[in-house]
């Protein structure tokens, strides 16, 4: 057996493959991969590997290697300095290494951020779901789901090797301290979320890379949107808050006021304004962008993109600028129509040149919308037309994922314009309801923990500090914290989306409307949460999939909601999949002290115990309108008297100048590390 000894890991090397983990964005998994997938995929091609083998991505410093046998190489991505046993040899060529060889792959220097490093026959790591890539915040894939250690040893993969060759100088990418990203407008644009002059900022704008940065996203300092309105209602009092729909990789998420431009590792479904994304061909120099550089950038045309297939001149990444004559005229927005009954508005949003997001009525809460959504999403799901990679439900949307070579833009939305004069009756919908009964640690020490870490290293003066829980009571004018806690218990909470921050993670909303606690996002967003901390932001209740970033006001902690680290399935968990909750559960609290949710966590991990109580039902949207306009005056009496808070703490908010107290991006970075090579997640 060939092996590869890791002499010197480097600050972050990971096993990764292309395309990823694709078709589990519904659930929130990312597809991971090379964050520069052109880099990656000219290596292979260096050696003459497939293009799904496995290889190395490292960053800001490579990796050694000891080879056991003979072997063909290839280093590419950013310029570093590449030795075999202290020669220096090219980057961009197959250089063969003997038994006994040390490849020694330096750090990168003025351009770039990443480098690839290709073994012919491709290196072995864990399959999961489909894929050899490395998540390390969800800890699976690759080499034990984390970054290579010194000492760590590597099995060579025996894939089928062809015919090594030199990649040619117009097949290389060009790197540069200026960069220049293609992208597309859309879904959020002007004049619905921002202004004209928003947008033209937005593309005058050199915005510079922030060090806090990594694979869940890019960080980047710029100006200030003005917002075209003043909160976003149910969703949030932010402007820049939506109700949570799928996300793109590449998309510009503004989290709050700060610009992000979402990574492969990213989440899937959030509930942030994403005014631009990245075109597929450009979306390799996410992974090449470095603190300090800067990024401008080029609206073009979503039907004259380079092919993201290509790797060759085709690809035009030997070009630093970006070549267009202008982007498209429709501000994001493909078309519409309405259902056959004529009684909703259909918006289809473009969201880069890989994906329409299909949205349905106004932006508010309502089931039936998020009925039409499920509708859809089984119809077209049954269907499967050729091209077709994900479909990732939101509350009133459905984002349609596509391979933008087998089903061009222009053809998904004649076909989604075709299905939905063919959808029933939204009000016909009956769905499989199961209940999940769950504990929940009340106000729970992990949590407070992450309230106290969030105003030490973030702000402390902000408004849902130091307690969220207050926080959610003056938001909703209720007279007691007890009054929260009622409502949370007594709440059965509606499952519309998995994968809200990640891995299964539900974003619910309670079915009865008087049990609709709202409030606003973190802003800026924390930087840590403990895994399967439980947060209400806008209407919606949260359980956090893992540990990471977030931005949900805190009220408690339950056991885990995915499986996949552990030796058995917990009951509960269905053994095909390691995530717990389908759409339309409906989720019940059970009241346990933080030392029981303890035992219980350690239970589940252990494959026992009872904490979750499982029990079939059925959801059905027509006997949830009867119970709505049977009780519908004292749910409007309970409605106004919260939305009444809600505006008091608005203007409360504007006179204190909350709107524009945000810590500087320098203040902040200082405050939560060193991004990547700390391996914290930044993105909310």
Known sequence: MATI?????????????????????????????????????????????PAHAAALEATMMGPALRF??????????????????????????????????????GATADLGMRVYIAVSGGVDA??????????????????????????????????????????LGD?????????????????????????????????????????????????????????????????GLHPSNIHDNAYSVGALDFTGDTPILLGPDGPSLGGFVCPVTVVTAQRWKLGQLKPGDTVKFVP??????????????????????????????DGGILGSTTTADGSTSVTYRRSGDDNILVEYGDMHLDLALRARVHALSEWIDAERPAGLIDLTPGIRSLQVKADPDVWSQERMLAWLNECESQLPAAEDLVVQSRTVHLPLSWDDPATREAIERYM???????????????????????????????????????????????????????????????????????????????????AYMCIYGMEGPGGYQFVGRTTQVWNHRYPAPAPGFDPEHPWLLRFFDQIRWYPVSSDELLDMRAD??????????????????????????????????????MEAARAEERERWSRQGEFANIPADDALADAVGQGEVAEEGKVA
């Open 5 to 49: 000894t890791v002499l010197r890991a480097g600050p972050l090397t990971t096993i990764q493959d292309w395309p990823g983990r694709v078709g589990y964005w519904k659930v929130g998994v990312p597809p991971s991969g090379p964050m520069d997938d052109l880099s990656f995929r000219l290596a292979n091609q260096a050696v003459g590997n």
């Open 456 to 538: 030490l290293g973030v702000r402390s003066d902000a408004p849902w500090c130091p307690w969220n829980i207050e926080f959610i009571r003056r938001m909703n004018g209720l007279e007691s914290v007890d009054d929260v806690h009622e409502i949370v218990f007594d709440a059965s909470y509606l499952v519309l989306g998995l994968g809200d921050v990640y891995l299964g993670a539900p974003v619910a909303v309670p079915l009865d409307p008087r049990h609709r606690l709202v409030t606003t996002k973190y802003n800026p967003a924390r930087t840590w949460t403990p895994e399967n901390a439980v947060g209400i932001g806008g």
């Open 68 to 105: 056991t046998e003979a072997a063909s190489v290839a280093v590419t991505g950013a310029p570093v300095v590449v030795t075999v046993n202290g020669s220096i040899v090219p980057q961009w060529v197959p250089i063969t290494v003997e038994d006994g060889d040390v490849l020694d792959v």
């Open 300 to 329: 073009v045309r979503s039907d004259r993109t380079a092919s993201p297939s290509e790797t060759g001149l085709g690809r035009r990444a030997c070009f630093v600028d970006v070549l267009s004559s202008g982007g498209d005229p």
């Open 604 to 641: 589940v991990a252990a494959g026992r115990g009872d904490s979750v109580r499982i029990s079939d039902g059925s959801f059905s949207l027509a006997e949830h309108q009867q119970f709505l306009d049977e009780n519908a005056t004292d749910i409007a009496t309970r409605r106004a008297t």
């Open 126 to 167: 864990e399959d999961y779901l489909g894929s050899k890539s490395t998540f390390t915040l969800g800890r699976f894939g690759g080499h034990d789901g984390r970054k290579l250690g010194d000492g760590d040893e590597l099995v060579r993969a025996e894939l089928p090797i062809g015919t090594a060759r030199r990649v």
């Open 171 to 235: 097949e290389q990418p060009a790197f540069t301290n200026r960069w220049q990203l293609g992208v597309t407008v859309g879904p959020h644009s002007a004049p619905e979320f921002l202004t004209a002059d928003d947008i033209e900022d937005l593309f005058d704008t050199a915005y510079e890379v922030h060090f806090n940065s990594d694979r869940t996203g890019i960080r980047l300092m710029g100006p200030k949107p003005r917002w075209a309105r003043t909160d976003g209602g149910e969703a």
